[in-house]
């Protein structure tokens, strides 16, 4: 309750949490009176922003709003999908490598070295371009950027775990007869919990990028519209060119809100729970 | 006997590491794009096989899998069952093939042009490794300079810096790249939205075409260049805040050394981390830096897998993921070397065996 307060005294992380309430109240109460459920052609391409539509319609006459709307919880959800998959994975990774030492920490440690140097996008486009348009889904899509974005998040739970492994509470669980999994659960995991909390925000932005960056090389989601999806159409069909703010500028705008808001919640708790766990 | 070298020990080390990882890999690259249900062999087939009699079906067929190393050779010919169906190869059979065929520098060819696919990348690498890696290395050193003069200064420039910093390192990189468009290409039409170079000139070492790229090279490179700056100034500003309440430093300041002198510590002991830092960050960087060459349809290694994906053309795809990953590679294997011999904790590291 008292990191609370200390947080909500931090500007950046007001500036942050408000942003960021602002786009989920975009993505879940607003649908509540602007009907988004039908993706339909309402008028001619590219018709410019009118008191009807706001922000106009896109290359198939499609209302921007629905797309916007519809990408925006797509997205959210890409990144609450990919993030808890990539945080589980990352967190029981760097805890087990942290925890054990000896051989299984080199095993594992190894591994995590080896997918951090290998980029992330190249794995991303081999396997989605392995399963072809047919299988392309949104859920799909998450599970793939979740299972290879872990390795930083491994890494960094190693360090944390291996410092707390030294520490004197831990002897004593031990001489208290504890098992191996009834430490890293009760002693050690509940240390790293703010951290690993920090870990996981900015694996959702990551994995929200991640889907919009995919998308807009063309090997995004065929089952529903994302942020990333409305840009690579923009692009593909010349509204950059044309000059069409509406088909970029308001998804760019949503895309940049999530990633500021997130990133800003994020520096701001290092700030307030850091102190304690800077080496 | 390696134990009275360190260094060299060291180095042979991290090179076996980073060879491992290659072969991981180059195992990746051969395993990933078959996991799909697709043949590459049908995908073509499907694409250009109608309107073929089906002698000419069949023979097409048959010299795309030898080019796959799909079927089974011998000798140049193609080793037939009874009834004169060529026999196809097992998984590890072809990636023995794949390796092999790699190991002599073939990345095999291109689906569509039938171009060798090292070909159309010795074309495009060029502009990709000169867009990016004065790009990335100086995005970086200059975000390291204001990040460490904003942790010593604070005051009215960190205030200033910092946020902005934080929202220039937020932004991902191609929605960056497409608002630098939409402002200096298309509402005031300063710099051209697109391309390497005016497509009326021929590349080569005239003054004209040179002008041309350098006029493609401004909105590309600040896209890249500004974020790799907001980065560097973050990281450089808090290893910079921790590093001016260590004890050395303190101390330093008691003795009375000149502020120059100590910033020069604080920077110097502050940068090796940042150095680790930005290898870290590398695969992320270059790919990020591969969607901004997309944006500008840039004719560098990012516009090369961009027309691939789009006519899904495999040979190509896999050639340029693995030329990506072997860049980023040596460029990490780079850094580290850099660092065991510039950064004196890791040297001394080494010097008592714990390196490796």
């Not at chain 1, 109240?25 to 706001?54: C, E, H, M, W």
């Not at chain 2, 090796?272 to 004719?299: C, D, H, K, N, R």
């Not at chain 2, 850094?335 to 001394?348: G, L, Q």
Request: hydrophobic share 50%; no cysteine; net charge positive.
């Amino acid at each position: 309750m008292k990191l609370f307060k200390n947080l909500l005294k931090s500007p950046m992380f007001v500036f942050g949490a408000s942003l960021f309430s602002l786009v989920l109240f975009a993505a879940f109460v607003v649908p509540f009176f602007y009907d988004i459920s039908q993706v339909t052609r309402v008028g001619n391409p590219y018709d410019a922003p009118s008191g009807k539509y706001l922000l106009g319609l896109d290359h198939l006459g499609r209302d921007y709003v629905v797309l916007l709307l519809r990408g925006l919880r797509s997205s959210l959800y890409v990144g609450l999908l990919a993030g808890v998959i990539a945080t589980v994975l990352g967190t029981l990774i760097g805890l087990i490598a942290g925890f054990k030492g000896g051989l299984i920490d080199d095993v594992l440690s190894a591994l995590t070295n080896l997918f951090v140097v290998i980029p992330q996008l190249v794995l991303l486009i081999l396997i989605s371009t392995s399963i072809g348009e047919s299988g392309r889904s949104l859920t799909l899509i998450a599970v793939i950027i979740g299972l290879t974005g872990w390795t930083w998040s491994a890494r960094s739970v190693r360090a944390q775990s291996s410092a707390i492994k030294s520490k004197d509470h831990i002897s004593l669980a031990r001489l208290n007869g504890d098992g191996g999994i009834r430490i890293l659960l009760v002693h050690i995991l509940p240390y790293l919990f703010s951290y690993v909390f920090m870990v996981f925000i900015i694996l959702i932005s990551a994995g929200i990028l991640s889907e919009s960056a995919i998308s807009m090389i063309g090997l995004g989601p065929v089952d529903t519209q994302s942020l990333g999806t409305i840009l690579n159409d923009a692009k593909n069909n010349g509204a950059l060119t044309d000059g069409y703010w509406y088909a970029f500028l308001p998804a760019t705008g949503i895309i940049i809100s999530i990633a500021l808001s997130l990133y800003l919640i994020n520096t701001s708790m290092d700030g307030v729970f850091n102190p304690r766990m800077r080496k | 006997m390696l134990k009275k070298y360190p260094t060299i020990k060291f180095i042979s080390t991290r090179a076996g590491w980073y060879f491992i990882t290659l072969l991981v890999a180059v195992t990746l690259n051969f395993t990933l794009p078959r996991l799909g249900p697709n043949n590459p062999v049908d995908i073509i087939m499907g694409q250009f096989g109608s309107g073929l009699s089906a002698h000419e079906a069949q023979q097409r067929e048959e010299r795309y899998l030898m080019e796959f190393g799909l079927i089974r050779m011998k000798g140049g010919e193609i080793v037939r069952d009874g009834e004169g169906r060529p026999i196809r190869t097992s998984l590890i059979e072809q990636y023995g093939s794949y390796v092999g065929m790699l190991a002599k520098g073939d990345l095999g060819t291109s689906f569509r042009s039938s171009e060798k696919v090292w070909d159309i990348i010795l074309r495009a690498l060029p502009w990709t490794l000169a867009l990016q890696i004065p790009t990335i290395i100086l995005g970086w050193f200059i975000g390291n300079l204001f990040g460490a003069y904003a942790a010593y200064r604070r005051g009215i420039f960190d205030k200033a810096l910092f946020p902005m910093a934080l929202f220039l390192n937020s932004f991902p990189f191609f929605v960056f790249g497409m608002l630098l468009v939409y402002a200096f290409a298309i509402l005031f039409r300063w710099f051209p939205p697109m391309g390497g170079y005016d497509l009326a000139l021929m590349p080569g070492f005239s003054f004209a075409f040179i002008l041309s790229a350098a006029h493609h090279y401004v909105l590309p490179f600040l896209s890249i260049f500004l974020i790799g700056v907001g980065g560097g100034a973050i990281g450089m500003r808090t290893m910079g805040i921790y590093e001016l309440g260590t004890d050395y430093i303190k101390y330093a300041k008691w003795l009375g050394l000149k502020e120059s002198k100590v910033l020069f510590y604080v920077f110097r002991n502050a940068m090796l981390p940042q150095i680790t830092g930005l290898a870290l960050s590398l695969g992320t960087m270059v790919g990020g830096a591969l969607i901004t060459e997309m944006i500008f349809s840039y004719p560098g290694l990012g516009m090369a897998m961009l027309s691939a994906i789009q006519n899904q053309d495999y040979a190509i795809i896999q050639g340029v993921t693995l030329i990506i990953t072997v860049s980023v590679l040596i460029a990490n294997f780079s850094v580290d070397m850099f660092i065991a011999f510039f950064d004196p904790r890791v040297k001394a590291g080494i010097q008592m065996g714990k390196g490796g």
